[in-house]
């Protein structure tokens, strides 16, 4: 398939990297070109233009970080949205508020074209193994044209339906669940260490029993060791995440109180100096906060 | 080992029989007679006062449901306190407040006995099958007496350190970090929800990935399916432990924001008449609050 | 009339001595005799006995601080419940949990006589000027019956109703509000700092306006001075005070999650050894929080 | 003076109208012309464009509704910026984010302009009668010079110090302040509610004693009579001023827990179609979740 790929990062180049592997005609563009050059050796044509890399394509996939770069990229005379053909597909992988994803889906609409969210589950590394989840939300045919470029990028595929903006709310979800429950095990760790308990013992228990799974094993690891510099993601994009999902919910008038308390604590935390740590620093703000450092 | 057994209810019997066939010879009792009785077949000596129960063990058990039960059983002259010899172990397996471990601990040690707090996890057919997880809490040479019963009834010990209250306070963590779990989950799938997304697509997400784990799969299909009547844990014993974390907590200087968030939910769902549901019922709650039921 | 009273504290020989000013006749007892003798210059008859301060009375009246308090005094042979004549009167003035309130008022209809609460508003020197808020809960009859004694201790009456414990959630509630409004003072002066704006502006701003009254003057001027030791109210009865609203709270079905946000402060507050301070120590904790100590 | 007025909503024309009185020259624009007009016979120009409310005018002040407004209103070749000469003051009386003020700001600097917030307190009819209260921030030499300005349409200045963010937050931290009041307020009347309390009695209880104020009376008494279409300020606006005051207090690093608490509230009572109702509506969403309704 002739696929335009706009934001090679290092999630980006894996991910087109698979493509490429996969035998699908890839043209990349990047901000900065430099860092999509990189991908050429892979047999990608890099080009110098949105307009470039997404004319006469049928799907043309952005991953970018922030709703801004991906307003920057769709919109003006040099945009994905003048330069896409009729009928083609802008496949958005990054994640994105709910909002943006209906604006971006209202901007194709428009335009006679059709936007596809499917965000993505998954390290750098995944990405590199064909290994992401992948939420899709889009118009059913859309989606499955798409299929063969998910096939080549993940693991599985988990549907949310007819709307971007219901894949974009999952992704929010899955990253909400996951701040959420490191905050709580850092309120956990505080409670047992005030009465003596060693944290690892803490650590053991919770990973050996219910907890047996990947999301409490990497952060219950990074608190019992307080290893703060072991960067997965940031305490700074950690607070965007909880933005996007405290305004997704918003959206949709659902109080998330949970979120508030993880919201707090990364707040907290960023104003203490720990926004580049990883985001499990929340737990040494709750130790702060229970008389431990 | 010669061990007196106070408390035969489900979890009691279930970890009772489990001793005997290691060989042990076990004295039970419990405030009901006809309890007890079904234990008799197996090889337990059953008897009609705590006194008898207890005289002349080595170690006596006691798993009971409440900090009044385990009070009552202790305390006057038919109690536990004056029933056993100097020397002797007090194994309190049940789930008691820091409190009520700490007062445990030094009326046995005004006594000139010893108080182990070993709070377990699991069900009733963990304890059938001897794989429960144990905490133990308590000098370490009485610790190190209870191993063969411990050996018998347990899958893994996890060494909370010298204090009973430590080890009461690990099974506290474990159940708030459980109970919150499934709060910031309930929070997630009326999120979905409400942007369209099918409960079960949730679900597949979030158990396929990061949440792998029996804790995550248990709770998130009740949720999933709305199948409140599944009953683990009632929200009514939830909330009992959200308050005993709460009140550790405050005992050690630790705020927990996450658990009052948990347990404004449980009071908002036993007032609706749902306090004898599981307690994942929590996110039904949540789904009122979110304009879905 | 002839009225017992049991609790002669600050509060309670202020009260005592306006009833004997008004001509009532006065019987006292306090647990510490010494303090009770104070009064006996005034009028008052000290005894030695909670029986001498009860028998023949129609009303007595306790003013006491914790349940535990009023529980003592009330059980066992030489208690209250043992003294007072029947269809006599106890009218509860203290602060109590609307659980001992019910307990109190079974206990008396047990024993043939009458509980009354009338939890009070106002400070040792109200007491004294006879300019106390009273909160009234009983059977009407008796409040009846007790409004001389109201009159010669009071400024004004709320009826809460028949209902004891109706009285108590009054008095817990103005407590809650109150505490709450500091709670959020801090945290509008620890936003307004971080500014840059002068502490003091933002006093004159609330006060001058829509917060013109006792209650944001009082603790808004001591937030805003940062004059902790200026006690009125000790962090650590303000932390009692929040677990008595929550336990009112929980028993009604009410969830009540400003005062999670109160209590947790006021929690870390005292951790850090300002338990003893005013309670408005809590605006201290949140500018912690918020990187201005 | 020679002053600009742009944005002649109720609140604008009342406070341009006061300017008139005290012999001020006054230009004014509206978006929608027809609503300036009423304003001509008091003895203002009324023009057509924002250029001609602005060009050889030593202050032009703006009273607009949201950020978006006074972004609109300020930017491009027809904007305030591009009319108003060097050396002019912009003073912006409206409620803007700390961000837009930061932003107003450095565009005014970067073209040789002053940029003064001045948001105040007060209703429609304290605009009329000159007695509103106005926050300032800005150089003082500014300030300064628009003090015959603020002595014509308020009662009282309260100085934020130099920078116009400073002003915007303590707007923002009274609104925070009189919501969260009022979301207290509501709690506790659930509370005694459950209990058998008329709402009446907490009414008079709260403002007879420490809270005898306006705002603890106004909307005291909107819960007290469940009286919701009583509009003061709706719900809506009162989300839009709690994320103002969540996005000011992330920025400056301060937590502030009891924003979330009156925000979820202030969702959940939008969401069941009370968004237009009183912002005392949240009083209603927390009867619902205590079983009152």
């Known amino acids: 398939m002739k ?7 290092r999630m980006g180049q894996n991910m087109a990297r698979r493509l490429l592997e996969a035998g699908h005609d890839v043209t990349g563009y990047n901000r900065t070109y430099e860092k999509a050059a990189a991908l050429a050796p892979a047999g990608a044509e890099i080009v110098r233009s949105i307009a470039d890399a997404a004319a006469a394509r049928e799907v043309t996939i952005t ?3 922030a709703d801004d770069d991906l307003a920057q990229v769709m919109e003006g005379p040099a945009g994905l949205v003048a330069a896409m053909p ?3 597909i802008h496949l958005g992988m990054g994640t994105h508020s709910v909002a943006m994803s209906r604006r971006a889906a209202t901007m194709h609409a428009d335009a006679g074209q059709i936007y596809v969210a499917a965000p993505v589950l998954g390290r750098p590394d995944a990405a590199a193994a064909g290994q992401l989840g992948i939420l899709t939300g889009g118009p059913p045919d859309a989606v499955e044209t798409c299929r063969p470029l998910f096939a080549a990028m993940g693991r599985r595929c988990f549907d949310a339906g007819e709307a971007p903006e219901a894949a974009a709310s999952m992704k929010l979800a899955n990253n909400f669940v996951l701040g959420c429950a490191i905050e709580v095990m850092g309120e956990a760790f505080s409670l047992v260490r005030r009465y003596g308990v ?3 013992t ?3 228990m919770l990973t050996d029993g219910i907890f047996d799974c990947i999301g409490y094993k990497v952060y219950g690891d990074i608190i019992a060791k307080e290893d703060w510099d072991r960067v997965g993601m940031t305490a700074s994009l950690g607070l965007k995440d909880a933005n996007l999902a405290l305004a997704a919910a918003e959206a949709a008038g659902v109080p998330l109180p949970s979120a508030n308390v993880w ?3 990364l707040i907290g935390a960023i104003a203490r100096g720990d926004g580049e740590r990883d985001w499990a620093v929340v737990a040494r703000e709750q130790a702060r906060a229970s008389g431990l450092e």
């Open 3 to 9: 696929v335009g790929f706009i934001g090679l990062g």
């Open 63 to 65: 991953m970018l970080g």
């Open 86 to 88: 009729a009928g083609a």
């Open 198 to 200: 060693r944290p690892d």
């Open 202 to 204: 803490l650590y053991d």
């Open 263 to 265: 919201r707090d604590r």
